[in-house]
């Protein structure tokens, strides 16, 4: 298996796995995600990848994309309360289910490290939603930790 920048012919491959985390999205928060994977969603990889402060890592096993991460570079200005932040966020996140449990999202997430250092950062973020407890468990079990809380209250 490799891990390695996307080529924009794995834009396609990259959009299935794109549908697999919006599928679990709407599964999971249907108030908030819309159910499908409409054009104005597949076409949204395009996007990023004109994007200069954007990267897309894909992992590929046999020829077959089975896993893929869109990385983003954040400069936020400092403001009266904070002082200025850079960090590289990882925005988007997903390995195939037919490829899960073999270590390809933990490759992925020590390439991105890698990325990271090399281009000057000390930090890298993601956010998550609360219900996807899996994803949680991952990004715990490589070393993340929770550093800040979004919180609801149904009315
Ligand atoms: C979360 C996800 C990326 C993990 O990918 P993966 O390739 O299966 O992860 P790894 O094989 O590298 O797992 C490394 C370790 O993380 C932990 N882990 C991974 N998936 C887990 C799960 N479903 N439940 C509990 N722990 C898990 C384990 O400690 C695992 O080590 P082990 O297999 O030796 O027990 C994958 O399940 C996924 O793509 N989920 C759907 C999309 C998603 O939720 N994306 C992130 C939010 S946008």
Redesign the pocket.
């Known amino acids: 298996m490799v891990v390695r920048f996307a080529k924009r012919g794995d834009l396609d491959a990259v959009n299935i796995l794109r549908k697999?985390?919006n599928d679990?999205h709407v599964a999971g928060k249907p108030e908030v995600f819309k159910p499908g994977f409409a054009q104005e969603l597949r076409n949204y990889i395009y996007v990023i990848w004109d994007d200069p402060e954007k990267d897309i890592v894909v992992a590929e096993e046999n020829g077959d994309i089975c896993?893929f991460a869109v990385l983003a570079h954040i400069v936020r200005p400092e403001n009266p309360f904070m002082y200025q932040r850079n960090f590289l966020d990882v925005d988007?996140?997903?390995?195939s289910s037919s490829?899960?449990?073999?270590?390809?999202?933990?490759?992925m997430i020590d390439f991105i490290r890698d990325i990271a250092k090399e281009r000057g950062f000390h930090r890298i973020e993601l956010n998550?939603w609360e219900f996807?407890q899996?994803?949680l468990?991952?990004y715990e079990?490589?070393g993340f930790t929770t550093y800040r809380r979004y919180m609801e209250m149904f009315l």
């Open positions: 697999e985390v679990l896993g988007e996140f997903c390995v490829y899960r449990r073999h270590g390809v999202a933990t490759a998550m996807n899996d994803a468990a991952f079990a490589v």
